[in-house]
């Protein structure tokens, strides 16, 4: 099972089959395994490359939608996108393996007792996580809520050399990092905030402010925008926010919502990032160039005159 299937059933069902009745949904996703394992047409048209992964969802949706519990559903079709089409029969028992055990010792106990991942696996698995976070939430503006929560936070962290140094303090048990983020924001900010940030903090973080920044990042992400990280010398009044928004949505060919901070340290215009995409138009990069230009062509005059 891929580490980001994992996160997400967790997420979705990590809190519902360790509660009452919950061992129904383990016995649920038990059946869909064996239908499809059992079921010769079935299994082949979900396991073949050549059908799309939607078709395939849909053949799933409409078979299991008014028989299985909607969570059950919601697992085995991300499933079906997240997992190799031949997988898909050995991924579907794995997901009742593992929706057993969440049953029978609870999200806590299964995530300590598993292998520690390594830093892209984990990425994987706290990416599934979100998702089913995200994908849970009913309304867009309560997205955006969770993503302003996610980037304060992420601020104070960013500003706060010791609490970053508490948090992401290696010889503390996660567990320990994580009472301390209940103590921080428990009350002040929503659950499934809450929750977000907790799983960061479970794996090997190097740069904690970085891999919150991430989250905040999915959170935009999960209302269809792409966060631009915006760094200005000084105030950027509401026109000049909406032309650099503008120009950004045409160069990405998608929405792009602005997260700006003042850093005067520039000392003028602004570094605009974008995923991968840096636009660094501060007057402190153009007076480096200017610097580094200068300095090029005295070192060419001089080796002119030798």
Do not use: C
């Amino acid at each position: 099972m891929h580490p980001s299937l994992r996160g997400y059933v967790t997420a979705v069902i990590g809190d519902a089959v360790a509660q009452d009745g919950g061992a129904q949904l383990a016995d649920e996703l038990n059946a869909v395994a064996h239908l499809v394992s059992r079921t010769n047409d079935l299994a082949v048209t979900l396991t073949d490359f050549g059908v799309p992964v939607p078709a395939r969802q849909a053949v799933l949706s409409d078979l299991l939608s008014s028989r299985v519990h909607p969570l059950v559903l919601r697992v085995v079709l991300w499933a079906v996108q997240s997992e190799r089409a031949d997988d898909l029969p050995t991924v579907l028992h794995e997901l009742f393996e593992y929706a057993h055990h969440l049953q029978a010792l609870g999200p806590d106990q299964v995530r300590a007792e598993e292998p520690v991942y390594g830093r892209t696996a984990w990425r994987h698995y706290a990416s599934g996580y979100a998702a089913g976070v995200f994908e849970a939430v009913a309304q867009t503006a309560e997205i955006e809520d969770m993503e302003d929560e996610l980037f304060r936070f992420t601020r104070i962290v960013e500003a706060n050399p010791e609490l970053r140094s508490a948090l992401a303090d290696p010889t503390v048990s996660p567990a320990g990092r994580q009472a301390l983020l209940d103590n921080l924001l428990g009350g002040k900010v929503r659950l499934a905030t809450l929750q977000l940030a907790k799983v960061v903090l479970e794996g090997h973080v190097r740069d904690l402010v970085a891999a919150l920044d991430w989250l905040v990042e999915q959170a935009a992400r999960a209302r269809g925008w792409r966060v631009a990280r915006v760094r200005a010398a000084r105030p950027i009044d509401d026109g000049e926010q909406q032309a650099l928004a503008g120009a950004l949505e045409r160069l990405t060919r998608q929405p792009v919502e602005l997260q700006i901070t003042e850093d005067p340290s520039l000392l003028g215009g602004a570094v605009v990032q974008v995923g991968d995409l840096l636009v660094d138009a501060s007057a402190e990069h153009r007076i480096a160039q200017l610097e580094e230009h200068l300095l090029g062509a005295e070192g060419t005059t001089r080796g002119i005159g030798t």
